[in-house]
């Protein structure tokens, strides 16, 4: 089984500053990794994922996560944030078997101030 | 962009009562899941369906709970006897061949149990 921490809830930052947020996993096995995230309103949005190979994902809206396999963690960041950033962001893991289902973390909510 | 779409936004109903949440999943896509998240925890998995059955379901998805692919297109998750408890944000999602790394998420139902 696997779990998911993301250790802080909120995130205040503000406009065009860089901003990280954590993400920590436990997994007896092998893991494929995600970062999701929310707008108000909206469903949930895939933002990147590791797979294999490089341990630094860049994904969509400027964001980058990198695996850490000895400290088990994925965090995510971006060097300058929008307020347009501003959404709730779930990490999540699954076996690398590729047909289990995701575990997702509690969710980090980032609120971007101008 | 292929979307997953999920009927209604929001519902409240009130205790007791049966529910029905309605997603039609990507045209292509073999597999369907649901998720649940309440209000300030984690996305939780519920169930999987292919091939008009359940592949998997979690501890979450008791005898309270059934899946169905009624046609060619919606798949929908059914509540009977609805719990103050079971208010929740309900994500439908699909996947073409069922790896966790190809899915997509609805935008989401909420329900309100009253």
């Known amino acids: 089984a696997q779990s998911v921490t993301q250790l802080d809830s909120q995130v205040p930052v503000f406009e065009e500053a860089p901003v990280e947020l954590r993400c920590n996993y436990s997994s007896s096995v092998s893991v494929y990794l995600f970062w999701y995230v929310q707008y108000p309103n909206q469903g949930l949005q895939l933002l990147l994922k590791?797979?294999?190979?490089?341990?630094l994902v860049k994904g969509i809206n400027g964001f980058e996560a990198e695996f850490n396999k000895s400290q088990t963690s994925f965090h995510l960041r971006k060097p300058s944030v929008h307020i347009s950033d501003t959404a709730e962001y779930f990490c999540?893991?699954?076996?690398?078997?590729?047909?289990?289902?995701?575990?997702f973390g509690k969710g980090t909510m980032l609120l971007v101030s101008p | 962009e292929p979307e997953v779409t999920q009927t209604p936004s929001h519902q409240v109903t009130q205790m007791g009562q049966e529910v029905i949440l309605r997603c039609v999943p990507i045209s292509n896509h073999l597999y369907f899941y649901w998720y649940r998240q309440i209000l300030g925890q984690k996305v939780e998995f519920l169930v999987s369906f292919y091939n008009n059955e359940i592949s998997e379901k979690s501890e979450i998805f008791d005898d309270q709970f059934s899946v169905e692919r009624p046609d060619g297109s919606n798949f929908t998750l059914k509540i009977r006897s609805t719990k103050l408890e079971d208010s929740a944000m309900y994500f439908c999602a699909s996947s073409r061949q069922g790896e966790v790394r190809g899915y997509t998420f609805g935008s989401g139902t909420r329900l309100t149990v009253v």
């Open positions: 999540a893991v699954s076996e690398n078997s590729g047909y289990s289902t995701l575990t």
């Open positions: 590791y797979l294999s190979g490089s341990t």
